[in-house]
């Protein structure tokens, strides 16, 4: 318990970011352009969809990145409430424009792919109308940091949000069984294992480790760049302090007359 | 491949891709720097807690 302890301690965590940051910054570059390059070069087209399968190459690890971020935050929201971890509510604050941001990649590239395979950008099924719950749920917490000044408070809420709208998660990983859609089952991860040639589950892996690399990449940043904001908050607080708290240079050349 | 009929929808979903993924780099990078260059208008305080 001692090192978590220690990474607790938010000095000592800028110190470890500082370290890790780098290193998965340069691994979260590799794994991108093996995965662009694999994705557009090396994986064969589909032969019913053509090149505009390679869409699949950023929709699905935008997808998964939309759940998994979500999935982040609610543990966050746990050590909130429950824990009180002091960088819990940094972790969570962090990763709610980050998880807005893969799902807003994940509708919209779903949408564009939508177009010429279903013949519409849109439908109300429950696959598509779940992640856009989830997208407005991002919103919601991105705002909600930004309306509560005190991040106490801030903290608190934003962590009973994050697990109410964790009832979502399940909802949308299953709306494909519980519902008839038009969006195609499970391919990857389903029973009896992935329904998808090796061919095209390669770049599709490396791909979502890339897209897992840069999230942690930038969610340490963020937590990092969160921790700074609450230390100028507090310079700047006690420097109203110390202005309000100083001699009045008027008074004590009054009292000298 | 650009033989395919559909290759704009291919072309504007990376489009996006590209600028949904560096926007997010861009705007952790860009805060970084401002809180940074903040910080740093404030003198050293010695007495500063190691929890800060």
């Known amino acids: 318990m001692q090192p978590m302890r220690n990474y607790a301690n938010p000095t000592e965590f800028l110190r470890l970011a500082d370290v890790l940051v780098p290193i998965a910054a340069a691994i979260t570059g590799l794994l991108l352009a093996l995965g662009l390059y694999l994705s557009w070069f090396v994986a064969p087209p589909d032969y019913q969809q053509g090149e505009t399968v390679r869409i699949m190459y950023l929709h699905v690890p935008a997808a998964w990145m939309s759940l998994f971020v979500y999935a982040v935050a609610t543990s966050a929201a746990l050590g909130t409430l429950v824990w009180r971890h002091p960088l819990a509510d940094a972790a969570q604050k962090a990763a709610a424009p980050l998880g807005a941001s893969f799902t807003f990649l994940c509708l919209v590239t779903g949408s564009i792919w939508g177009k010429p395979m279903w013949g519409t950008w849109w439908v109300w099924d429950a696959r598509l109308t779940s992640v856009l719950v989830l997208f407005l749920i991002y919103l919601g917490l991105v705002a909600l940091w930004q309306t509560i000044e005190d991040p106490g408070k801030a903290a608190r809420a934003a962590a009973i949000f994050t697990l109410v709208g964790a009832v979502n998660i399940p909802i949308i990983k299953f709306s494909v069984d519980w519902w008839n859609t038009l969006h195609q089952p499970a391919s990857v991860f389903r029973l009896g294992g992935p329904a998808i040639s090796g061919a095209m589950l390669w770049p599709l892996v490396v791909m979502a480790l890339a897209f897992t690399f840069l999230f942690l990449t930038l969610h340490l940043m963020a937590i990092r760049n969160e921790i700074l904001r609450r230390r100028l908050r507090r310079l700047a607080l006690l420097a109203v302090d110390a202005e309000d708290h100083a001699p009045d240079p008027s008074w004590e050349a009054a009292l000298e007359r | ?52």
């Open chain 2, 1 to 52: 491949m650009s033989a395919d009929p559909n290759i704009g929808f291919v072309a504007a979903a990376y489009a996006l891709g590209f600028l949904v993924l560096g926007g997010m780099i861009a705007s952790v990078v860009t805060d970084y720097r401002r809180l940074k260059r903040e910080l740093s208008k404030f003198p050293p305080r010695s007495d500063a807690r190691a929890s800060d």
